[in-house]
């Protein structure tokens, strides 16, 4: 059976979306898989809209651009306006009800998976700077395209060498957005 899975992962500069986005692209290079991986920026970096898209598949891939997505990561209101309405009838997104009012998303049309993303950042780290680990964690349970362990271990490709101390605890948020969109 052919593989595929494509994400847009959205959110405002500074939530992490292109980290979680580079992350996923590793983990799934490290399964040998074909990725593409196509960042896109707000007119300003921190704070401005930003997302990115990332196709994954066993076959070749025609092209990055994806218009109506399999399924989402949404952490923030904005991104929810903006891509809920493309995907596809019977997709999965999974949002940050940190930021995202759950009853906002569709119910029928696809399978929403909805977990505060930013209180279980909080949790681990003190802050909302894990979320978007938390948000990859739920999206990893919610679609199964790759064991939770691969991602874990395509952390040391993505994270930035001198964030290299922190991977235990983006170990840790994966793994409780794992949890909650398990419970969820």
Same mark, same amino acid.
Request: aromatic share 4%; no cysteine.
């Given at each position: 059976m052919s593989l595929y899975q494509d994400v847009i992962i959205s959110g405002f500069g500074g939530q992490g979306v292109m980290l979680i986005g580079k992350l996923l692209g590793y983990s799934? $290079?490290?399964q040998g898989l074909n990725v #593409?991986?196509?960042p896109v920026y707000g007119p300003e970096m921190r704070g401005g809209t930003a997302n990115c898209t990332i196709v994954i598949s066993d076959d070749d891939i025609g092209s990055? $651009? $994806?218009h109506s997505?399999?399924?989402?990561?949404i952490m923030n209101r904005p991104s929810l306006d903006k891509f809920q309405p493309r995907l596809q009838d019977g997709g999965v997104q999974v949002l940050n009800s940190s930021q995202i *009012?759950? *009853?906002l998303a569709e119910k029928d049309r696809v399978k929403t998976v909805s977990v505060p993303a930013d209180e279980l950042s909080n949790e681990i780290l003190g802050s909302a700077r894990l979320a978007n680990m938390a948000a990859l964690g739920a999206y990893i349970q919610a679609t199964q395209v790759m064991p939770?362990? #691969?991602v874990i271990k395509g952390l040391e490709k993505a994270v930035p060498a001198h964030y290299a101390n922190m991977i235990p605890k983006n170990t840790q948020a994966l793994q409780a957005g794992y949890d909650a969109a398990e419970k969820a």
């Open positions: 799934a $290079i490290g #593409t991986y196509m990055p $651009i $994806i997505p399999v399924s989402l990561i *009012d759950p *009853d939770l362990e #691969t």
